[in-house]
Each structure stands twice: as structure tokens, then as C-alpha cells.
């Protein structure tokens, strides 16, 4: 069941927030999922989806390079360095109605940033391949404050980051999404459960040299492309090509799964820098003090290693 909170912060912002299952929505955004924000019944939906056998799954937590990853998914699968038409979002398991999802053609690369509690059923049952792309949280929650103060309009809780960063942080006992060490600690989990099944890799990897990221990838899934298609992908998905393609050959779909194809809104904050080691021009020297407390104190059990600047 989902339960509403109505947070008043120390210093008076109020705000209404929705909690289902380890998720924690902003109650207006809420309104652009399926059923009017009916969270617990499409969470339901997402579990019982039927899977097919040439699906893959993306999985990331939110604002670590899922589009990014799923841009080379799809030119690997494809092996073709020529950019999507479409965009993730029509095969999203967090926004878009089940029903849709299963009306896309195969074959799909379903994408998610939700717990693999959450995740459906079958993906275990068909082995599906899964690729997960973790990100530095200093660099993810600078990356959410933009999204969420492009997408919220003008709440008081993202008027800077300073005043943001304790809604992902839990210091009011909330964490905005879901807690950022819980999620890792979860697909760690299952990493290990299922260790055939999944690829972790790190966004700042990915920066590094994506070329040998992407033969990890391409190695995983099995897709044998060659090294001159590798690198015509890696040069493909470069953030200043990924953000032009974005403006000039994606087809957008509303957010809120009600506007007609084609005329979705233009998402600009989408693709903002997409750097490793933003997080400085953010964070003030007692900011960066309290995150390395965070860390150290929230990220027991965590066998990741993240890198704050390459």
C-alpha cells in the first residue's frame, strides 16, 4: 500500500510525498504514472509483465547514464552506430502503462531504475540479460537536484542544492526515490545470487574509455560486434552526440502517458554535462564533509567502489 507524507523540514518548506514499496515519489509528479499515480497497482502490473526471450534489461539508479547505456544496448543489439528514433522512455517499467510496454515491438531493451525486488517476475524465470550502470552518489544527487527542479516548477525543496540534498541524504527520514546504498546493497545481492545474468558497470568507467566498456557489454550480451562498430558506438554515444541526437532525431512522448506521440515536451535537463566530478562545483567544503560521513556511515556491506573524479 502507498502512504502519503506531508514533510515540514527544519527550515518551514513543506512538502507532500508519496512512499510505496522503498520508492518515494513527489505527490505531484506521482500524478504522471499510470492509473492517476496508483503506484502500489503498477508496481503490481510491472512484476506480473510478460517477459519475452529476446528481451534485456537495463537498470540503473536514477541519473546514472540510462540513457546513455541504453543508446549503446540498442546500436550493439542492432550493430548499427545510427541513433534510436525512439527513446527509453516508451519501454520504461517506471512511467509507462504495462499494456504500452507490451504493445513495442521486439525486440526490447526494457529499462528501470526500481529495486530488483520490484522488477518483474519472469526476468529470473528467462535468465534475461541485465546491465547495470552505477554512478559516484556525489555526481548522481547533483544530477537529480537539476532534474527534480526542471521537473518539480518551482519546489521550495529544490530553490538550491544546499536545501535539496537532505531530501536524498534521509535526513528527514525520507530519501527521495529510494535510498541510494540500499539499491546498490540490493543488486549487489543479486549480482551474487545470479552472477550469469548481470554486468555491473561504473558510469565513470564508461567515461574513462568507453570503447572498453562497451566490448565488456558487447562480450556479455553476446552481440560479437566488431571493434571498428565498437568504436563508431563509443563515438555514436558521446554526450555532445547522444544530446544533438536527442534535439534532432528523437520522437518524444508525453510524460504523463496522455499527450499524442510526437509531441512530447523537450527535455533539455536530460542531458545537462554529464561529467565525472560536477559534484565540486556544487558542494561546499562542509557539504563535502557531511556526504563523506553519509558514505561512510550508509554504505556498510557495500562492495562497490565508487570513483569521484577520473
Given at each position: 500500500m502507498a502512504s502519503t507524507i506531508t514533510l515540514e523540514a527544519p527550515n518551514g518548506i513543506k512538502c507532500e510525498f508519496i512512499h510505496c514499496n522503498g520508492?518515494?515519489?513527489?505527490?505531484?509528479?506521482?500524478?504522471?504514472?499510470?492509473?492517476?499515480?496508483?503506484?502500489?497497482?503498477?508496481?503490481?502490473?510491472?512484476?506480473?509483465?510478460k517477459i519475452r526471450d529476446d528481451d534485456?534489461?537495463?537498470?540503473?539508479?536514477?541519473?546514472?547514464?540510462?540513457?546513455?547505456?541504453w543508446e549503446i544496448m540498442c546500436m550493439l543489439q542492432r550493430g548499427s552506430p545510427e541513433h534510436e528514433k525512439v527513446t527509453k522512455e516508451t519501454v520504461f517499467l517506471d512511467l509507462k502503462p504495462i499494456a504500452s510496454?507490451?504493445?513495442?515491438?521486439?525486440?526490447?531493451?526494457?529499462?528501470?531504475?526500481?529495486?530488483?525486488?520490484l522488477m518483474p517476475?519472469?526476468?529470473?524465470?528467462?535468465?534475461?540479460?541485465?546491465?547495470?550502470?552505477?554512478?559516484?552518489?556525489?555526481?548522481?544527487?547533483?544530477?537529480?537536484?537539476?532534474?527534480?527542479k526542471a521537473m518539480s516548477r518551482?519546489?521550495?525543496?529544490?530553490?538550491?542544492?544546499?536545501?535539496?540534498?537532505?531530501?536524498?541524504?534521509g535526513t528527514y527520514g525520507i530519501h527521495l526515490h529510494s535510498s541510494f546504498f540500499d539499491y546498490i546493497r540490493a543488486w549487489e545481492a543479486f549480482s551474487?545470487?545470479?552472477?550469469d545474468q548481470i554486468i555491473n558497470i561504473y558510469y565513470e568507467d564508461m567515461k574513462e574509455d568507453p570503447v572498453r566498456e562497451i566490448k565488456k557489454?558487447?562480450?556479455?550480451?553476446?552481440?560479437?560486434?566488431?571493434?571498428?562498430?565498437?568504436e563508431q558506438i563509443a563515438e555514436a554515444c558521446d554526450f555532445k552526440n547522444l544530446k544533438k541526437a536527442d534535439a534532432e532525431v528523437k520522437v518524444k512522448e508525453s510524460l504523463d502517458n496522455k499527450g499524442p506521440k510526437g509531441q512530447g515536451p523537450k527535455l533539455d535537463f536530460m542531458y545537462r554535462k554529464g561529467q565525472v566530478g560536477d559534484?565540486?562545483?556544487?558542494?561546499?567544503?562542509?557539504?563535502?564533509?557531511?556526504?563523506?560521513?553519509?558514505?561512510?556511515?550508509?554504505?556498510?556491506?557495500?562492495k562497490s567502489t565508487f570513483r569521484y573524479t577520473i
Open positions: 520508492s518515494t515519489f513527489l505527490s505531484k509528479m506521482s500524478k504522471m504514472l499510470p492509473y492517476g499515480g496508483d503506484i502500489a497497482r503498477h508496481h503490481s502490473d510491472v512484476k506480473q509483465m534485456w534489461y537495463l537498470a540503473t539508479y536514477p541519473k546514472c547514464g540510462t540513457h546513455w547505456a510496454i507490451d504493445e513495442r515491438p521486439s525486440p526490447r531493451i526494457l529499462n528501470s531504475h526500481m529495486s530488483p525486488t517476475n519472469e526476468i529470473i524465470e528467462k535468465k534475461t540479460k541485465i546491465v547495470h550502470v552505477m554512478r559516484n552518489p556525489k555526481d548522481a544527487f547533483v544530477s537529480m537536484y537539476h532534474h527534480f518551482g519546489e521550495e525543496f529544490t530553490r538550491d542544492f544546499q536545501t535539496f540534498l537532505p531530501y536524498v541524504l551474487e545470487k545470479y552472477p557489454i558487447n562480450e556479455f550480451l553476446g552481440t560479437n560486434r566488431d571493434s571498428k562498430i565498437i559534484w565540486k562545483n556544487h558542494f561546499t567544503v562542509a557539504m563535502n564533509e557531511q556526504m563523506d560521513r553519509w558514505i561512510q556511515q550508509n554504505s556498510y556491506g557495500c
